[in-house]
């Protein structure tokens, strides 16, 4: 797939753009804070309906106005003839987001998810080595919803459910205190329930993450050997789940599901006392390891660059395996690299549908990425030549 | 801000479902504007809804009387009682004319979030009709969403024991929806294929 024409309205710092894009390499080239980035995040905005930047809507909508648009025109290469979609999402802060799709209203802005997919790199990628769990994990999901988007579906279902969850928790904990000092015991006949729900909910999350897992383990260590160029080890994925060492192979749901009501059985105690959920999915790490070590604390700077990388580009093989290739955008990411790294990941990448690139400093971006290019300045996109 | 009354107005309005703070505005200001006689006929109608209307004592329906136009109805079949979360919901399913049974309105559905347990709904009231034997199908038709479903399962818990058929509507409801929010035929169809629900 590729993106045929990006229209922005209100977003960032963006009045007005219209910009037409064709597929291969296109670079935006122009000095920092000019809105180069801006554009990227539009086209990703609309395959995961968040911001790799952000975790709220409000920085996304340009200063002062009420709501942003953005509209993009994707062709679909996957089949014999190219077809047209038009997607359009409306970002208005405090309220419901409104997404179109060929001019068509939808039900839910998460039913045009999956019409475009991106895989990207950004400078913000270190902290999947080096950050806490949740940036793997949202990692993960994100992946699983690229590949099938009714997970978006699967992971909102969940969370939902864990918010009740530690909402009666929270409450129960209250109560539990309070009847030792002589006040109402608290009402937990619910809770069974609620165990029932999150169970069932997150066995699914666990059951398609452990499958992810799987299919990553190969492709990871395979880009990171391309990436690296023989660094120290084998790059490594274990997946450390809440319900222990041994569950990290993929399973069948409905074991997970026993499993997991199992746990929450065992930690009800605890979770009481704390007020909050302490097994499932939202409490899992993706473990990565460099040889015997973890990465995490132990690999160096550029170790920890050629992991991300490779987790990067692993998600986009695999996704490109499903049938139609994932739109590439790499943010700002040549600048961190140095000139090894750079040139094996242009390589990686060049024959890619499309690739949408970033740079301050045009000589950043390896030749084999030249493209072509836009400039990027003061408000204006200007393609060149 | 605005002078106090008018404020006061906003406020009030603000409070409804539905009704942000500028929607609240632009309908103040309508109704300033107004004729007074519009207005007024609003208030009563108001203050009428209020006076008049009430819950059924049996089911929980909105009613006109003591019972409400179902529980008085000697037609409707009283082996079989259907548990919605709303008034809102009897319309919706009497709307599609496949229902001869009898209504049990919880009021809401479980939602720990908001507050909501099963002695804040009409839980209770729900255990003490089923005591007779009367009823020999219950059916769930609480709302396709999360606190919807945990409710059901919920209520199918509590009831287990009593021996009964226990059914929930059919899947092909929209997912994550309200019940009112389903056209006729959905919903209806939803009905003839509801289906038992084990615990
Ligand atoms: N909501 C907003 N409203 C108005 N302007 C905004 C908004 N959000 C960001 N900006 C402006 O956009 C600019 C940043 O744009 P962007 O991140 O795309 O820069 P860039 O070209 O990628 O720069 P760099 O080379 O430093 O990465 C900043 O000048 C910022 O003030
Ligand atoms: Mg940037
Ligand atoms: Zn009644």
Same mark, same amino acid.
């Given at each position: 797939?590729?993106?045929?024409?990006?229209?922005?309205?209100?977003?960032?710092?963006?009045?007005?753009?219209?910009?037409?894009?064709?597929?291969?390499?296109?670079?935006?080239?122009?000095?920092?804070?000019?809105?180069?980035?801006?554009?990227?995040?539009?086209?990703?905005?609309?395959?995961?309906?968040?911001?790799?930047?952000?975790?709220?809507?409000?920085?996304?909508?340009?200063?002062?106005?009420?709501?942003?648009?953005?509209?993009?025109?994707?062709?679909?290469?996957?089949?014999?003839?190219?077809?047209?979609?038009?997607?359009?999402?409306?970002?208005?802060?405090?309220?419901?987001?409104?997404a179109r799709l060929n001019r068509s209203p939808a039900t839910r802005p998460r039913d045009i998810l999956g019409i475009v997919t991106t895989v990207l790199f950004a400078p913000e990628d270190l902290a999947l080595v080096k950050g806490d769990p949740a940036q793997r994990r949202r990692f993960l999901d994100d992946v699983l919803v690229a590949r099938a988007p009714r997970f978006a579906g699967v992971r909102a279902d969940y969370d939902r459910v864990l918010k009740q969850r530690n909402a009666l928790l929270k409450s129960a904990g209250a109560a539990t205190r309070g009847a030792k000092r002589g006040g109402q015991a608290p009402d937990l006949?619910?809770?069974?329930?609620?165990?029932?729900?999150?169970?069932?909910?997150?066995?699914?999350?666990?059951?398609?993450?452990?499958?992810?897992?799987?299919?990553?383990?190969?492709?990871?260590?395979?880009?990171?050997?391309?990436?690296?160029?023989?660094?120290?080890?084998?790059?490594?994925?274990?997946?450390?789940? %809440?319900? $222990?060492?041994?569950?990290?192979? *993929?399973?069948?749901?409905?074991?997970?599901?026993? /499993? +997991? @009501?199992? #746990?929450? =059985?065992?930690?009800?105690?605890?979770?009481?006392?704390?007020?909050?959920?302490?097994?499932?999915?939202?409490?899992?790490?993706?473990?990565?390891?460099?040889?015997?070590?973890?990465?995490?604390?132990?690999? %160096?700077? $550029?170790?920890?660059?050629?992991? *991300?990388?490779?987790?990067?580009?692993?998600?986009? /093989? +695999? @996704?490109? #395996?499903? =049938?139609?290739?994932?739109?590439?955008?790499?943010?700002?990411?040549?600048?961190?690299?140095?000139?090894?790294?750079?040139?094996?990941?242009?390589?990686?990448?060049?024959?890619?549908?499309?690739?949408?690139?970033?740079?301050?400093?045009?000589?950043?971006?390896?030749?084999?990425?030249?493209?072509?290019?836009?400039?990027?300045?003061?408000?204006?996109?200007?393609?060149?030549? | 801000?605005?002078?106090?009354?008018?404020?006061?107005?906003?406020?009030?309005?603000?409070?409804?479902?539905?009704?942000?703070?500028?929607?609240?505005?632009?309908?103040?200001?309508?109704?300033?504007?107004?004729?007074?006689?519009?207005?007024?006929?609003?208030?009563?109608?108001?203050?009428?809804?209020?006076?008049?209307?009430?819950?059924?004592?049996?089911?929980?329906?909105?009613?006109?009387?003591?019972?409400?136009?179902?529980?008085?109805?000697?037609?409707?079949?009283?082996?079989?009682?259907?548990?919605?979360?709303?008034?809102?919901?009897?319309?919706?399913?009497?709307?599609?004319?496949?229902?001869?049974?009898?209504?049990?309105?919880?009021?809401?559905?479980?939602?720990?979030?908001?507050?909501?347990?099963?002695?804040?709904?009409?839980?209770?009231?729900?255990?003490?009709?089923?005591?007779?034997?009367?009823?020999?199908?219950?059916?769930?038709?609480?709302?396709?969403?999360?606190?919807?479903?945990?409710?059901?399962?919920?209520?199918?818990?509590?009831?287990?024991?009593?021996?009964?058929?226990?059914?929930?509507?059919?899947?092909?409801?929209?997912?994550?929806?309200?019940?009112?929010?389903?056209?006729?035929?959905?919903?209806?169809?939803?009905?003839?294929?509801?289906?038992?629900?084990?615990?």
């Amino acid at each position: 797939m590729y993106v045929a024409h990006l229209s922005l309205a209100d977003f960032r710092s963006y009045t007005e753009v219209e910009l037409p894009l064709e597929p291969g390499v296109t670079t935006f080239v122009g000095p920092n804070g000019q809105g180069k980035t801006n554009l990227v995040e539009a086209v990703n905005y609309l395959a995961t309906l968040g911001s790799h930047r952000v975790a709220q809507d409000a920085p996304l909508v340009r200063f002062g106005t009420e709501r942003a648009v953005i509209r993009a025109d994707v062709v679909d290469t996957s089949a014999t003839t190219p077809r047209h979609n038009l997607l359009e999402v409306e970002i208005t802060p405090g309220k419901a987001n409104r997404a179109r799709l060929n001019r068509s209203p939808a039900t839910r802005p998460r039913d045009i998810l999956g019409i475009v997919t991106t895989v990207l790199f950004a400078p913000e990628d270190l902290a999947l080595v080096k950050g806490d769990p949740a940036q793997r994990r949202r990692f993960l999901d994100d992946v699983l919803v690229a590949r099938a988007p009714r997970f978006a579906g699967v992971r909102a279902d969940y969370d939902r459910v864990l918010k009740q969850r530690n909402a009666l928790l929270k409450s129960a904990g209250a109560a539990t205190r309070g009847a030792k000092r002589g006040g109402q015991a608290p009402d937990l006949s619910t809770l069974d329930v609620w165990d029932t729900h999150l169970s069932t909910a997150g066995a699914e999350l666990l059951a398609a993450r452990l499958e992810l897992v799987d299919a990553l383990r190969p492709l990871v260590a395979k880009a990171y050997d391309a990436v690296a160029a023989g660094g120290a080890g084998d790059a490594q994925l274990t997946y450390r789940s %809440s319900l $222990g060492p041994e569950m990290d192979q *993929a399973a069948d749901r409905d074991t997970l599901a026993r /499993e +997991l @009501l199992a #746990a929450a =059985g065992r930690a009800r105690q605890d979770e009481i006392e704390r007020g909050v959920s302490l097994v499932g999915p939202h409490r899992d790490d993706l473990v990565l390891g460099l040889g015997p070590m973890p990465a995490k604390g132990y690999a %160096s700077h $550029g170790e920890s660059w050629s992991f *991300a990388l490779a987790l990067r580009l692993a998600s986009y /093989e +695999l @996704l490109r #395996a499903g =049938g139609s290739d994932p739109v590439l955008v790499l943010d700002d990411v040549f600048a961190e690299l140095d000139t090894g790294r750079r040139d094996r990941l242009a390589r990686l990448v060049a024959d890619a549908e499309q690739v949408l690139v970033t740079a301050a400093v045009p000589d950043d971006v390896p030749d084999r990425l030249e493209g072509s290019r836009v400039d990027v300045g003061s408000g204006s996109v200007r393609p060149v030549g | 801000m605005y002078e106090g009354v008018v404020q006061n107005l906003i406020d009030e309005l603000g409070r409804l479902p539905g009704v942000g703070p500028k929607s609240a505005q632009r309908i103040a200001f309508h109704l300033l504007a107004a004729d007074v006689d519009d207005v007024r006929r609003l208030v009563s109608a108001l203050t009428e809804v209020k006076e008049k209307v009430r819950f059924c004592a049996t089911c929980g329906n909105v009613a006109e009387d003591e019972l409400c136009r179902i529980c008085l109805d000697q037609r409707r079949d009283p082996s079989i009682l259907c548990v919605v979360e709303e008034p809102k919901d009897v319309v919706a399913i009497e709307r599609t004319r496949e229902y001869r049974g009898r209504y049990h309105v919880l009021g809401g559905a479980i939602s720990p979030i908001e507050g909501v347990g099963p002695d804040e709904l009409r839980v209770r009231e729900l255990m003490s009709r089923l005591a007779d034997g009367t009823v020999t199908e219950l059916i769930l038709a609480t709302d396709p969403n999360l606190e919807g479903e945990a409710t059901a399962t919920y209520l199918a818990r509590m009831v287990a024991s009593l021996g009964l058929r226990v059914t929930r509507l059919a899947s092909g409801l929209p997912v994550g929806g309200d019940l009112e929010y389903a056209d006729e035929v959905t919903l209806g169809r939803a009905f003839e294929g509801r289906r038992s629900l084990d615990v």
